[in-house]
C-alpha cells in the first residue's frame, strides 16, 4: 500500500488529506445524528402541545427543563416569545438548529468536487513525466515510462475513490437535515394553531382578535 502511495506522486499527500478530512466529518456527523436521535422525546413534544393547548406554561416550563431535543428547544423558543412573535422566534431558533445539523457538511461536498480534480491533475502529470522520460530514453525502452503511466491511475483511481466514499454519505446527512427541517415546521405549524386556538377561546364572546 504505501509503496502504490509513493508512486502515485506528489498529488497523493493533498489525496490523503482530503481523505482524512472527509473520513473525520463522516465520523463526526454519524455521532452527531446517533445523540439526537437519542436526544429526541417524541412523547415530551406531544405532551408539550397538549399544554399548550390549555395554556399551562408552567406545566411546560418544568417538564421541559433539561430537554436536549431540538424540536423542544424550537418549540419553547416560540413559548418565550408568544406574546410578541412566536413565529419569527421559532424561525430564528430553527434557522440556528439547522446551521448547526448542516456544519462541515461544506467541507464534505467541497472534497467531492476537488478530488477527482486532483486525481485528473496527477494523471496529467504523470502523461507528461512519461512523454518527457519517452523523449530522453526514447522509445526503445518504453518501460521506463511505467513510472508515469502507474502515477497517472492511481491520483485517478484515488481521486475517484475518495469522492466515491464521501457522496453517498453527503446525500444521506443531506437528507437528515431535510427530514429535521419538514418535522420542524410541521411541529412549529402544530404549536402556532395550538396557541391560536387558545387565544380565541380566552377572548371575550364576539370579540375579533
Not at 504505501?2 to 489525496?15: R, W
Not at 419553547?76 to 412566536?86: A, E, K, N, Q, Y
Not at 448547526?100 to 468536487?113: C, G, N
Not at 502529470?125 to 511505467?146: C, D, K, R, Y
Request: proline share 3%.
Amino acid at each position: 500500500m504505501i509503496d502504490i502511495f509513493l508512486s502515485g506522486g506528489p498529488i497523493m499527500y493533498p489525496l490523503l488529506l482530503c481523505s482524512i478530512l472527509s473520513l473525520t466529518v463522516v465520523i463526526e456527523k454519524t455521532v452527531f445524528w446517533l445523540k439526537e436521535d437519542r436526544r429526541r422525546d417524541q412523547n415530551l413534544v406531544n405532551e408539550v402541545l397538549e399544554l399548550c393547548r390549555t395554556g399551562d406554561w408552567e406545566s411546560v416550563r418544568i417538564k421541559t427543563a433539561g430537554s436536549r431535543d431540538y424540536i423542544i428547544r424550537i418549540l419553547v423558543t416560540g413559548i418565550l416569545h408568544r406574546d410578541f412573535s412566536m413565529a419569527k422566534a421559532m424561525e430564528t431558533s430553527a434557522a440556528d438548529e439547522v446551521r448547526r445539523m448542516r456544519r462541515y457538511l461544506s467541507v464534505l461536498d467541497t472534497m467531492i468536487t476537488v478530488t477527482p480534480l486532483l486525481g485528473i491533475f496527477g494523471t496529467v502529470l504523470g502523461i507528461i513525466a512519461s512523454f518527457e522520460i519517452l523523449g530522453n530514453m526514447g522509445i526503445e525502452h518504453p518501460q521506463a515510462v511505467t513510472g508515469g503511466i502507474a502515477q497517472a491511475l492511481i491520483t485517478t483511481a484515488a481521486g475517484l475513490g475518495i469522492a466515491i466514499f464521501s457522496v453517498f454519505p453527503y446525500n444521506y446527512f443531506t437528507s437528515r437535515v431535510e427530514n429535521a427541517v419538514l418535522t420542524i415546521e410541521k411541529y412549529a405549524t402544530s404549536l402556532e394553531i395550538v396557541y391560536e386556538k387558545l387565544i380565541q377561546r380566552c377572548l371575550p364572546e364576539g370579540v375579533q382578535r
